[in-house]
């Protein structure tokens, strides 16, 4: 990427309006539903790091639960990372080893994709923070920023689903600004990007480019709407352009709820009008 390109667009982001919209979005959300509490699966990475510190900042410590599910592949670092961001936040903090849950169902297919085991980690580790947050009488917390969805980063019924999500409207790069505003470790912060779902895993080496290029053109071309030949003449290659709109549009069926074959006018989950509007 064209060093002059990234500065063009690179765009401000004002971390302590962003903490008050956050905050008092996650404290909006779990008041509708007359919970107190929220859940939170805590990798080590600075997304879940993130997400707990504002679930914090709103909502107080005790109204928090970190949980931590390593598997037996898992750097040591993410765990220990995890408990000292939990033991720094004040939470109520949980350690669910997934090996046993997930190996036997590994084992019975050897021929496994690295991409199809991660899959079966992911959505284990998100029934486990179902089943706490129905224990617990909480919701629980989505932890995935905007690159992730936009680029389709993430496992349908795994990391994307949640009662709510703090920073789906964050790009990567504000995620770090704002980790960074509120004072996480370095240790979190400054380290490379990985869902550590296999050994020397990590976020860049598997989509292609960084984050930081995907940032800046995803922000062109879907914040500003700009289309490709206009971003091209900003400096960024063609090449890397149609890669990412390639993933974009690929992955659209991530962004959205199942499509629902329609037989009359009404819409499912709109199945009363609202006050004020009779159709529906």
Same mark, same amino acid.
């Given at each position: 990427?064209?060093?002059?390109?990234?500065?063009?667009?690179?765009?401000?982001?004002?971390?302590?309006?962003?903490?008050?919209?956050?905050? !008092? $979005?996650? @404290?909006?959300?779990? *008041?509708?539903?007359? $919970?107190?509490?929220?859940?939170?699966?805590?990798?080590? #990475?600075?997304?879940?790091? %993130? +997400?707990?510190?504002?679930?914090?900042?709103?909502?107080?410590?005790?109204?928090? &639960?970190?949980?931590?599910?390593?598997?037996?592949?898992?750097?040591?670092?993410?765990?220990?990372?995890?408990?000292?961001?939990?033991? *720094? %936040? #004040? &939470?109520?903090?949980?350690?669910?080893?997934?090996?046993?849950?997930?190996?036997?169902?590994?084992?019975?297919?050897?021929?496994?994709?690295?991409?199809?085991?991660?899959?079966?980690?992911?959505?284990? @580790?998100?029934?486990?923070?179902?089943? &706490?947050?129905?224990?617990?009488?909480?919701?629980?917390?989505?932890?995935?920023?905007?690159?992730?969805?936009?680029?389709?980063? +993430?496992?349908?019924?795994?990391?994307?689903?949640?009662?709510?999500?703090?920073?789906?409207?964050?790009?990567?790069?504000?995620?770090?600004?704002?980790?960074?505003?509120? *004072?996480?470790?370095?240790?979190?912060?400054?380290?490379?990007?990985?869902?550590?779902?296999?050994? !020397?895993?990590?976020?860049?080496?598997?989509?292609? $480019?960084?984050?930081?290029?995907?940032?800046?053109?995803?922000?062109?071309? &879907?914040? @500003?709407?700009?289309?490709?030949?206009?971003?091209?003449?900003?400096?960024?290659?063609?090449?890397?352009?149609?890669?990412?709109?390639?993933?974009?549009?690929?992955?659209? $069926?991530?962004?959205?709820?199942?499509?629902?074959?329609?037989?009359?006018?009404?819409?499912?989950?709109?199945?009363?009008?609202?006050?004020?509007?009779?159709?529906?």
């Amino acid at each position: 990427m064209n060093p002059k390109a990234a500065k063009k667009v690179s765009s401000a982001f004002n971390c302590e309006e962003s903490l008050g919209s956050l905050t !008092g $979005f996650i @404290r909006s959300e779990v *008041g509708k539903t007359g $919970f107190s509490k929220v859940v939170v699966g805590l990798s080590g #990475g600075i997304d879940s790091s %993130l +997400c707990a510190a504002l679930a914090v900042h709103a909502l107080g410590a005790r109204n928090v &639960i970190g949980v931590m599910m390593p598997y037996e592949t898992s750097t040591a670092d993410s765990l220990s990372d995890a408990r000292q961001l939990a033991a *720094g %936040l #004040g &939470i109520d903090q949980r350690l669910v080893e997934i090996t046993p849950m997930v190996k036997p169902y590994l084992e019975r297919h050897p021929g496994m994709s690295p991409v199809r085991r991660g899959n079966v980690m992911a959505r284990m @580790r998100m029934i486990v923070l179902y089943d &706490i947050s129905a224990a617990e009488n909480s919701l629980v917390l989505g932890t995935g920023n905007k690159t992730e969805y936009l680029l389709g980063y +993430c496992t349908l019924w795994g990391d994307t689903a949640c009662a709510f999500n703090p920073l789906g409207d964050l790009y990567k790069s504000q995620v770090r600004a704002l980790a960074a505003y509120l *004072g996480l470790p370095e240790s979190i912060t400054a380290k490379t990007p990985s869902a550590d779902l296999w050994s !020397g895993q990590t976020d860049e080496d598997e989509l292609g $480019f960084s984050y930081d290029e995907a940032d800046a053109l995803l922000e062109l071309l &879907i914040d @500003r709407g700009l289309e490709p030949e206009e971003v091209e003449e900003l400096g960024f290659s063609s090449r890397l352009i149609d890669t990412i709109l390639e993933r974009v549009e690929r992955t659209q $069926f991530k962004r959205r709820l199942p499509p629902i074959a329609k037989l009359d006018h009404r819409k499912t989950g709109a199945e009363r009008p609202s006050p004020g509007n009779k159709h529906y």
